[in-house]
């Protein structure tokens, strides 16, 4: 029996454990591939307070030995269900089934998708949902990204000092990410932006070979391209909660600054819960309070 049962080992999770073993409860986080969630795709983190440049795999492996050091358990296995017994709860994966006083949620979430024919096919042959990871294939060649974000964005910007050309294809007409990455856009000469334009059909036999982007306006251009880069956020990773806990539209758990959800004993932490800011600092901050929370609980 564990005190509790952290589900995902991102920053939140991760964070979770390190608050919670500092409380002297026994710990258990479960994650289905490597730890480190989402962040580790970061090239360089800017914007966590004190450290001023910091690579999302750095801040990871760190983040995960801290919580090893304090006594946190890892088991490397995908979890398939949850069940809210009278005394307890329980996490079943594909190999066993926990038991604990407590479960915190910190799944995060995971790359949106276009939507299109030969999407899935493609990924390793011209398809791509993360630059750092793939970007050196491209080298002097020509890639697209499609999204406005602050990751389509950074993409953007590590491909053009790797590629020959870069489009960065958006379909507003005005860029969502922070205003220091969209002026540093205007001190790359290799980067054409496309605005008012999604990207409608991936042409390819083998590998990709040319996309072709639609406008607002209903024109269409065919770009031939080696690489596309798909950057138009996250979705979250909650359909195997949903029997026990309550999701929004969106498929977010509901749940407010204090991280509890609708069952009692069960907490969620990071960007797999309503909210309005998600960035590292506010996994982190999250992945504290689920902790606490979940701290008071069992001490109830
Ligand atoms: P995001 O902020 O949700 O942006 C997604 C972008 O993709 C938006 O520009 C959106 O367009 C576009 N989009 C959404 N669905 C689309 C579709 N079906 N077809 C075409 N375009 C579509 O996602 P993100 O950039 O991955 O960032 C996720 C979160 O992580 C954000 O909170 C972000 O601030 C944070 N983040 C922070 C950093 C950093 O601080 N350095 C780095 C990376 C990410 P619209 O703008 O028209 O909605």
Not at 36 to 43: A, E, H, K, M
Not at 54 to 83: C, H, M, P, T, W
Not at 183 to 212: Q, R, Y
Not at 262 to 267: A, H, K, R, S, T
Request: aromatic share 8%; glycine share 8%; proline share 1%.
């Amino acid at each position: 029996m564990y005190d509790i049962i952290i589900v995902g080992a991102g920053p939140a999770g991760l964070t979770s454990a390190i608050y919670g073993c500092r409380s002297m409860k026994k710990v258990l986080v479960l994650e289905s591939s490597a730890y480190g969630g989402q962040i580790v795709n970061t090239l360089d983190i800017e914007n966590y307070p004190v450290e001023s440049h910091i690579s999302g795999f750095d801040f990871a492996d760190r983040l995960y030995n801290q919580a090893k050091e304090l006594g946190a358990f890892f088991k490397f296995e995908e979890v398939i269900g949850l069940r809210d017994n009278v005394h307890e709860k329980e996490v079943l994966t594909s190999k066993n089934v926990y038991k604990a006083k407590t479960i915190i949620l910190a799944t995060g979430s995971k790359n949106r998708k276009l939507g299109l024919a030969n999407e899935d096919r493609l990924i390793g042959k011209g398809l791509s949902y993360c630059a750092t990871c793939d970007g050196a294939f491209y080298k002097n060649k020509c890639v697209a990204v499609q999204g406005g974000g602050n990751t389509a964005l950074e993409d953007a910007l590590y491909l053009s000092d790797i590629c020959q050309t870069v489009y960065l294809i958006h379909r507003n007409g005005k860029f969502r990410a922070e205003a220091s990455l969209v002026n540093k856009l205007s001190t790359k000469d290799n980067i054409k932006i496309i605005f008012n334009s999604v990207v409608t059909k991936l042409n390819a036999h083998d590998v990709l070979e040319s996309i072709e982007v639609t406008s607002d306006n209903g024109s269409v251009q065919t770009i031939c391209v080696d690489g596309l880069f798909v950057a138009i956020g996250r979705v979250p990773e909650n359909k195997i909660f949903s029997d026990l806990i309550d999701l929004d539209d969106n498929g977010y758990i509901v749940a407010d600054e204090s991280c509890h959800t609708n069952v009692e004993g069960i907490f969620v932490a990071g960007d797999n819960r309503t909210k309005e800011v998600r960035q590292l600092v506010t996994a982190t901050s999250d992945g504290a309070i689920a902790a606490v929370e979940a701290v008071k609980f069992i001490n109830k």
